[in-house]
């Protein structure tokens, strides 16, 4: 099901100071989002064709495709977090490039072969198992198409695991290995790039063709 924000002006602006409120806490610790979102559009670099971004949470990297000129689909079953995608999107101008839609990543509405492109940025690690949105991701993508993951590695999960702790919360962490991910993407016949930062792994797989 397609979501239609329905968004006020003051709700836009006090989101946004919200947003940027959450962004300086983290920065001050050492992770910086835009930094790191735009560290993974460089290495994902092309992106031709169409876009599916699973899991946008606050919409950092919904942000960051949107302001880099892509039009795009993006999903999430949480409509909170879509439409806090959706605050950060409107304050930018740029709500219009982006549809969303509610809808699980583990059963995808979407045909096979519908995306060039699937990109998936800090939601493995809320994932209890990843098998099954690995495999939709898979049915969605094309032959030679681009899949693009990303997700926070210990030093990341330590200073995230410090915020929420001093704000009397947990963070939700399943423990995803990286290396799982990139095995059973090769056991599907991906060809891999692997790239280690300081608190983030990415990895930019590409669909092969079997013969």
């Known amino acids: 099901m397609q979501y239609i924000p329905k968004l006020t002006k003051s709700e836009i602006e006090e989101n946004h100071k919200y947003f940027i409120e959450r962004v300086s806490i983290y920065k001050k610790r050492g992770i910086d989002f835009f930094a790191t979102r735009r560290s993974i559009l460089e290495k994902a670099y092309p992106l031709e064709g169409r876009i599916l971004e699973i899991g946008p949470g606050n919409g950092h990297t919904t942000l960051a495709l949107a302001k880099a000129g892509y039009k795009f689909i993006s999903i999430d079953k949480d409509k909170g977090s879509l439409k806090k995608t959706a605050l ?12 969303l839609f509610v809808m699980d990543g583990n059963v995808l509405s979407f045909a096979q072969d519908s995306f060039e492109n699937v990109v998936v940025v800090n939601l493995f690690h ?19 198409g681009k899949v693009v993951l990303a997700d926070l ?47 983030h792994w990415i990895l930019i797989a590409e669909k092969k063709i079997q013969q």
């Not at 950060?88 to 549809?99: D, F, G, I, R, T």
């Open 88 to 99: 950060n999107l409107a304050y930018e101008n740029v709500l219009s490039m982006v549809k």
């Open 153 to 199: 590695n210990k030093q990341g999960k330590k200073i995230i695991n410090a915020v929420h702790k001093k704000e009397g919360r947990i963070h939700e962490d399943f423990n995803n290995s990286e290396n799982d991910i990139f095995l059973y993407l090769r056991s599907l016949g991906y060809e891999i790039r692997r790239y280690q930062e300081k608190y």
């Open 126 to 144: 809320h994932l209890d198992k990843i098998n099954k949105m690995l495999l939709e991701i898979d049915r969605v993508l094309c032959a030679e």
